[in-house]
């Protein structure tokens, strides 16, 4: 199983920031790798797909970068709409395997 | 509008048997893979597996294989999971997600199952 690495586990910043998820995965995923937020209470929501995509109706704030192992989420001028935990996951390889998540808090 | 409906989530004994569904709207059912991940309380996501269009291609995370089995019917746009011989460790929501080339772009609300006697 290819083993998906989230770093860091939680994250605190202030509003207007701009932070960084970082995902490492055990092996080369050739860019195979979605980002999902999930809101407290709610089911996930996909943001990015083949690792740089946006997805339709996603602001854009959110953006995706990386390739081989190494892949990041960046979400500029933070809102606090933002709360939420994020999770990578990636689908070159059977079984899929999430990350296991990063929790966005406000400072 | 896409929608996706759990359904069939509750308490249930150890050792036994549940069948969850979920069902689709808002878009062409038999056009998309579907998936079924799940997330036990407080935990991460678990992807547990998933179907094509015509059923003719299921794959499971290997743990869950001889426990849980997919299946669809196209004709009624739902989306089902057979779960078998539950633990306390299958305690968790059920959520149904709508492939899109292995990510997914459409979610259900999900459903909690707790395995407990």
């Known amino acids: 199983d290819i083993r998906m690495t989230q770093s860091p586990a939680s994250l605190s910043a202030s509003l207007g920031e701009t932070v960084n998820i970082e995902c490492l995965a055990s092996?080369?995923?050739?860019?195979?790798l979605a980002w999902y937020q999930q809101k407290p209470g709610k089911s996930p929501q996909l943001l990015i797909y083949?690792?740089?995509s946006l997805q339709n109706g996603v602001p854009s704030r959110f953006s995706g970068s990386g390739s081989g192992t190494q892949y990041s989420l960046k979400i500029n001028s933070l809102q606090s709409e933002d709360v939420a935990t994020y999770f990578c996951?990636?689908?070159?390889?059977?079984?899929?395997?999430f990350g296991s998540g990063t929790k966005l808090e406000i400072k | 509008e896409v929608k996706l409906v759990e359904s069939g989530g509750g308490l249930v004994q150890p050792g036994r048997s549940l069948k969850l569904s979920c069902a689709a709207s808002?878009?062409?059912?038999?056009?998309?893979?579907m998936g079924w991940v799940r997330q036990a309380p407080g935990k991460g996501l678990e992807w547990i597996g998933e179907?094509?269009?015509?059923?003719?291609?299921?794959n499971y995370t290997p743990s869950l294989k001889d426990k849980f089995t997919i299946s669809r019917d196209n004709a009624q746009n739902t989306l089902y999971l057979q779960m078998s011989k539950l633990g306390s460790e299958d305690t968790a929501i059920y959520y149904c997600?709508?492939?899109?080339?292995?990510?997914?772009?459409?979610w259900g609300q999900g459903v909690m199952v707790t395995v407990s006697s």
């Open positions: 808002g878009f062409s059912f038999n056009d998309y893979w």
């Open positions: 996951q990636q689908y070159n390889n059977y079984p899929l395997t």
């Open positions: 997600a709508r492939g899109n080339y292995g990510s997914y772009d459409y």
């Open positions: 092996e080369d995923i050739y860019s195979d």
């Open positions: 083949n690792a740089n």
């Open positions: 179907i094509n269009q015509d059923s003719s291609t299921i």
